[in-house]
């Protein structure tokens, strides 16, 4: 779909309808920006979910969210949650909402060929304010804690004596990572079967994850956050326990 031209002060001047925030992408899809500043483009024909523009600053937020228990009810939130962006913001998206942005009339491109899309607040990941990092929407980030192989966890976790399910003792549904920033937890899940628990967390502890649940903050073709170092994207609910640095001796 041809996105629709408007002018830059035109989309700068656009309020965001409640849970929408409106993104200036830093890159296209199609497009690979080098450390010295030059691009690359790309046939972004295979793969195309490790090519979403999910990376870009805000330049417009809606005045509030709005949240409904209701599972049935499409416009709200999937939590229930605070606004914690500002305009200005780098922040960094759901590469599926992303693409759906792209192809559905959410995509805008001003005279200079700026792109712009509008975004649901609860697709968003992670903001940087300057130098400061804020995970949003209860999702933590973790870095991976290599060198651990399935047996070898599981052999780990036994010895700690965990009160954790042997499911997760088994080491099959598992993963040990690293916290290096704390989210705050999600107020109410639309899911009945999720919540956050409120349990002290801190940067440096190691969590034991669900495995399904370390998923990459961004595809490392193009990480963006602190050079090429891979996160997760976590939320509480996906954590099944803290651990004392003892399980990595």
């Known amino acids: 779909m041809n996105p629709t031209i408007y002018t830059k002060d035109q989309i700068l001047s656009m309020q965001p309808t409640p849970n929408n925030v409106l993104i200036l992408i830093d890159r296209k899809q199609d497009e690979y920006k080098m450390s010295d500043g ?25 005045k509030k969210l709005i949240f409904s228990a209701r599972l049935g009810d499409s416009f709200s939130l999937d939590w229930d949650t605070d606004i914690q962006l500002q305009v200005g913001d780098y922040v960094i998206s759901y ?73 997760v003792k088994s080491g099959k549904n598992s993963v040990l990572a690293r916290l290096k920033y704390v989210a705050d937890p999600v107020k109410r899940y639309r899911d009945p079967r999720y919540y956050d628990f409120d349990d002290k967390i801190s940067p440096d502890d190691i969590i034991i994850l ?40």
């Open 38 to 62: 030059n691009k690359l483009y790309l046939d972004c024909s295979f793969q195309p979910e490790q090519h979403a523009p999910v990376t870009g600053h805000v330049v417009a937020i809606c």
């Open 95 to 167: 590469y599926l909402s992303a693409i759906n942005a792209l192809s559905n009339g959410r995509l805008l491109t001003d005279e200079y060929n700026n792109q712009y899309l509008v975004l649901r607040y609860d697709k968003l990941f992670a903001s940087r304010r300057g130098d400061i990092v804020r995970p949003i929407n209860g999702f933590n980030l973790l870095t991976p804690i290599e060198g651990i192989v399935q047996e070898d966890l599981r052999d780990r976790m036994k010895n700690m004596k965990l009160l954790i399910p042997d499911t």
């Open 210 to 249: 669900r495995r399904k649940s370390n998923i990459p903050l961004e595809y490392a073709y193009h990480a963006s956050l602190e050079g090429k170092q891979v996160f997760y994207r976590v939320q509480r609910h996906y954590m099944f326990a803290k651990v004392d640095e003892s399980i990595l001796d």
